[in-house]
């Protein structure tokens, strides 16, 4: 057996070493041909790629090098930089280490100590904020997974809608660089999104505030269900009705009233009740560019009029741009801000992307399909179906709808009473004062100082990702409460700036990439690359410094030197990790192994460890008795202290009892997610 052993291992080690403006009088009737129906053909790509648990490597193995890494991967060691096994029995072939190695090792050791470890155990913990968001909707879905599974469809589309915002919320382009963040986005977008179109299936009724997307792909289920003799008309006063954009009242036409009459009523109810909050400076910039004023209403089928709104097609706002056309009409997206959500130059960009495809494709038609489903799909059909007639085209199932929506939209939203939607509640339209500002503001000072509330700031400004104005940008409009535009002239010189917080200067160490440091200070890459005027393939060298644009609420003043003798503590055999923390730091100090504390705890090997985690300490560790202290302490496998990042109100200490009272709506899911240890109380 001594000699098969080391046989088996040197096997393993190498297994893994290897525009028209001529009104139209009440719907016109273009023709009542419906082209043949063609099956539904999902139009994603797919990209196959590894994963370690779920969560990014720091270091890039040789087979896939990064092209801004620092420097070569031949200079560090062959143990630290091969492709390890992560598969879960990886953890019992592994050999176990001797603890009392671990405990000898000293500080100034430390390089060949790491020399015969996995980067990803040496790499330091990170306070890695995308990567918590993504553990949040991973749960939510699966939350969402057993509501399907018990029939529960309205609790299974709260939960995947809760997961599908928090990656609305995500700094990250999706639709361009596939970094590890992107892939991990694209995958986990395309598993709630199956699962939930199995909801979808089965629900009767869409809830008032669902995803764009959720009321499309409804449609698109039910469209050939829905029957043409269910059509509702209610008598009442009659209104002469005019478009600008073609209306047909054919059959496809007609399902869509009937959708919006039955399966999407409360959801259509909210968009007509925010219909006039925007539509007044839509229209007015749709004249400007001398375009149809009824294409407000490719805007209520896009987002509902919710500058927040978000798509499966990871496009946001309300004129739902994605990230790359967004760029190519102007829109900024970085760290701070989303001009995608700003109602203004979102519905500007809008306008020039509308009038580029109405000039080539020369119908409204043809254009609202080109805004769905893109110019090239739309120009490839002309070419193949030899028609540019949108009625008889074979497109996407989800473009073909889309336009009849549209057409359905305007017909209601002219005149909802006939069509069932009575007493709208229509929310008033905004209306704002703007102010250049030349530095970064808090929006809670600014809003104290002017006499209003940081929420009301916050409508104002979608765009603003954080609550900070952007650094570094010399004239920003900033948009403040009508009549409030003296006052803040006379406070603005006084008002504090924080922008002398917002940034950390990082000095590139050997081995670190971009990646690599964004994970560390829990922000996206693209922030630094724009900080840095970098591109997205620029080589950084070790000894050079970095600006990492960060949230001001955070400290990321700790360095190795101030890690050196840090004192050890568990409670009750549990750590809660620090910042610049390893897996073999933590080993170490209480004389156990990387793989004994990763079995106790569940986290598997490539796994990451993030500030504030709780870890269960091995009952067999040596160090443990005496570095162990007394007091209670809760445990959770393998959390990552959600409850400091989701509540508003601060952390309470670790073990302490908190009363909770229930509110309407709430689940002991948003509780357990948004609290930290309680004990709930019912109230009325």
């Not at 059909?381 to 709808?401: A, E, P, S």
């Not at 905004?430 to 009301?456: F, H, K, N, P």
């Not at 709430?666 to 109380?681: E, G, K, M, V, Y």
Request: proline residues 5%; glycine residues 6%.
């Amino acid at each position: 057996m001594r000699l098969v052993a080391p046989f088996v291992f040197g096997f393993v080690l190498t297994l893994t070493a290897c525009g028209g403006k001529n009104s139209l009088s009440t719907p016109q009737i273009y023709g009542d041909k419906k082209p043949a129906s063609e099956s539904a053909k999902p139009d994603t790509d797919t990209t196959k790629t590894e994963t370690t648990g779920g969560k990014p490597l720091l270091y890039a193995t040789p087979q896939q090098p990064d092209s801004d890494q620092t420097a070569p991967r031949g200079e560090l060691p062959d143990s630290a930089v091969g492709s390890p096994d992560r598969s879960p029995d990886s953890l019992s072939r592994l050999p176990a280490l001797d603890t009392n190695a671990l405990r000898q090792a000293s500080d100034s050791e430390n390089a060949l100590f790491y020399a015969d470890v996995a980067m990803d155990d040496s790499a330091a913990a990170v306070d890695d904020d995308i990567w918590r968001q993504f553990d949040l909707a991973g749960e939510y879905r699966s939350m969402g997974v057993i509501a399907n599974r018990e029939a529960s469809w309205e609790e299974a589309q709260y939960y995947f809608e809760k997961a599908l915002k928090i990656l609305a919320k995500l700094d990250i382009e999706g639709d361009s660089v596939l970094t590890p963040e992107a892939i991990q986005y694209n995958r986990m977008l395309d598993d709630i999104v199956a699962d939930y179109r199995v909801t979808l299936r089965s629900l009767g009724h869409l809830e008032d505030d669902v995803s764009s997307s959720a009321v499309l792909e409804r449609f698109m289920d039910l469209s050939d269900n829905l029957g043409l003799d269910t059509m509702r008309i209610y008598s009442g006063e009659v209104r002469e009705v005019t478009y600008d954009i073609p209306v047909v009242m054919n059959d496809r036409v007609r399902k869509s009233i009937i959708y919006f009459q039955t399966v999407a009523q409360e959801a259509f109810t909210k968009y007509l009740r925010r219909f006039n909050k925007y539509t007044p400076m839509m229209k007015r910039i749709l004249r400007q560019y001398d375009l149809p004023e009824d294409l407000v209403y490719l805007s209520l089928v896009e987002s509902g009029f919710n500058p927040h709104a978000y798509s499966w097609a990871r496009a946001m706002g309300l004129w739902q741009f994605i990230s790359s056309t967004g760029r190519l009409y102007g829109l900024k997206r970085n760290w701070w801000l989303d001009e995608r959500k700003d109602p203004i130059k979102s519905t500007h960009a809008a306008c020039r992307f509308l009038k580029d495809l109405y000039q080539e494709f020369g119908a409204w038609e043809l254009a609202m399909a080109a805004y769905n489903g893109g110019p090239g799909r739309v120009r490839a059909t002309i070419k193949k179906q030899k028609t540019i007639d949108f009625w008889k085209m074979h497109l996407r199932r989800q473009t073909m709808d889309y336009v009849p929506l549209i057409m359905a939209a305007a017909i209601i939203g002219k005149n909802p009473e006939k069509y069932g939607f009575t007493d709208i509640d229509t929310e008033p339209e905004v209306y704002w004062d703007e102010v250049q500002i030349d530095r970064c503001l808090e929006l809670s000072v600014v809003a104290e100082a002017i006499g209003c509330t940081t929420t009301e700031l916050k409508e104002l400004n979608p765009e603003l990702l954080r609550k900070y104005t952007p650094p570094n940008v010399k004239e920003y409009q900033l948009k403040i409460p009508r009549g409030s535009k003296a006052k803040f002239q006379q406070v603005y010189a006084n008002l504090p700036s924080p922008v002398e917080t917002s940034w950390v200067r990082h000095t590139i160490r050997k081995g670190e990439t971009v990646s690599s440091i964004a994970a560390r200070y829990g922000v996206s890459q693209y922030a630094i690359f724009e900080a840095n005027n970098l591109r997205q393939r620029s080589k950084i060298y070790a000894g050079k410094e970095l600006i990492v644009p960060v949230p001001l609420d955070r400290d990321y003043s700790s360095s190795s030197s101030s890690r050196k003798n840090r004192d050890y503590t568990a409670n009750n055999n549990i750590y809660s990790v620090r910042a610049g923390d390893t897996m073999w730091d933590i080993a170490r100090a209480f004389g156990t192994t990387v793989d004994a504390l990763r079995r106790v705890n569940y986290i598997e090997r490539g796994s990451r460890i993030y500030v504030g985690q709780s870890l269960k300490i091995p009952s067999g560790a040596q160090n443990l008795q005496e570095k162990s202290t007394s007091g209670p302490m809760t445990y959770a496998s393998n959390d990552t202290d959600r409850p400091s990042r989701e509540s508003s109100s601060g952390s309470s200490s670790v073990g302490s009892v908190k009363s909770y009272k229930v509110r309407a709506g709430d689940t002991l899911w948003d509780i357990a997610a948004n609290s930290a240890p309680l004990r709930a109380s019912c109230g009325s």
